[in-house]
């Protein structure tokens, strides 16, 4: 598949590589020098959303942000296996073929689903996860199935299916859907998901990770996991319940639960100081 470069003016262009692995084109971006960190970020984002935390970070370790398969810049996977267990796999392929094996792993909502199954699929796994707003556990819903199945139509829809079926929706205002998160956005972020929106790969890559996200296989693995994890949860977030770190704070026992008043689902884009801070510290302590 041919690769689609960024724009001249995305968050650290000048950083960004091209990586063939596991049947696919990645771009990632590599900014820093010392122990390896990887930073995965949620559905419908891409590896900006970790960008202004690196920062923070890269005069003590290499931090290493891809594009998760079908978002941003990045090719999808082949053949549509956009399952948990496959983003996993095709990750560990990556840091194998990059020659990097990260001591933290750091997932913002469905990056932390990821990260914990590369901790549980991996043979060299990190010391620690750090998630941030962490999406764990299976919606419990009936409008669940349903959703997946109009997200897998969605996703395998022509281009002209699927901008007439998301007009309404992403016709509206950026601002808006951000804020609806529970965060506030400043003219980064603006820049940056108005910007992915207007991608249909992007759209198609967003929709397809929602189609095959099941949750329900990792819940066993959760309980058995026997590394530290931080559940960082932003009280204010409108997208994923911060019970769902509560939660999993009271099923993992090398779990340690923070709690952030006012920040939202993106908390750690309004806030990248104080995440910067808190991985540093998850690291200390180990």
């Known amino acids: 598949m041919t690769q689609t470069k960024p724009p001249a003016d995305w968050p650290l262009a000048e950083y960004n590589e091209h990586c063939h692995a596991a049947g696919m084109d990645w771009r990632?971006?590599?900014i820093g020098t010392g122990p390896p960190l990887l930073l995965l970020h949620?559905?419908?984002?891409?590896?900006?959303?970790?960008?202004?935390?690196?920062?923070?970070?890269?005069?003590?370790?290499?931090?290493?942000?891809?594009?998760?398969p079908g978002h941003g810049f990045s090719d999808p996977l082949p053949k549509r296996?956009?399952?948990?267990?496959?983003?996993?796999?095709?990750?560990?392929?990556?840091?194998?073929?990059l020659g990097?094996?990260?001591?933290?792993?750091?997932?913002?909502?469905a990056g932390s689903a990821i990260a914990v199954q590369m901790a549980l699929d991996s043979v060299r796994p990190p010391k620690r996860i750090f998630s941030v707003n962490g999406a764990f556990l299976p919606f419990g819903s009936v409008a669940a199935p349903l959703f997946?199945?109009?997200?897998?139509?969605?996703?395998?829809?022509?281009?002209?299916q699927l901008a007439t079926a998301l007009h309404g929706y992403f016709r509206r205002p950026i601002r808006k859907l951000l804020e609806e998160t529970g965060s506030v956005p400043n003219k980064d972020m603006l820049y940056a998901y108005q910007t992915l929106l207007r991608r249909p790969q992007h759209i198609r890559g967003t929709l397809q990770m929602m189609a095959g996200w099941d949750l329900e296989p990792l819940k066993s693995g959760l309980t058995g996991l026997r590394l530290p994890i931080d559940l960082v949860?932003?009280?204010n977030?409108?997208?994923?319940?911060?019970?769902?770190?509560?939660?999993?704070?009271?099923?993992?026992?090398?779990?340690?639960?923070?709690?952030?008043?006012?920040?939202?689902?993106?908390?750690?884009?309004?806030?990248?100081?104080?995440?910067?801070?808190?991985?540093?510290?998850?690291?200390?302590?180990?």
């Open 28 to 30: 990632v971006t590599r």
């Open 42 to 68: 949620g559905t419908g984002a891409s590896s900006h959303s970790w960008i202004p935390v690196a920062l923070h970070l890269m005069d003590d370790f290499e931090c290493i942000i891809p594009d998760l």
């Open 81 to 97: 296996t956009v399952t948990l267990p496959a983003i996993s796999r095709a990750l560990i392929v990556l840091m194998d073929t």
């Open 100 to 109: 990097v094996a990260p001591v933290l792993i750091a997932g913002h909502s």
């Open 148 to 160: 997946s199945k109009a997200a897998g139509w969605l996703s395998r829809a022509q281009f002209f």
């Open 233 to 235: 949860a932003c009280l």
């Open 237 to 286: 977030d409108k997208t994923v319940s911060p019970w769902q770190s509560t939660r999993l704070s009271e099923l993992v026992s090398q779990s340690q639960l923070i709690e952030i008043p006012e920040l939202g689902h993106l908390g750690h884009e309004e806030a990248p100081e104080l995440f910067a801070s808190l991985i540093r510290k998850a690291l200390e302590s180990d």
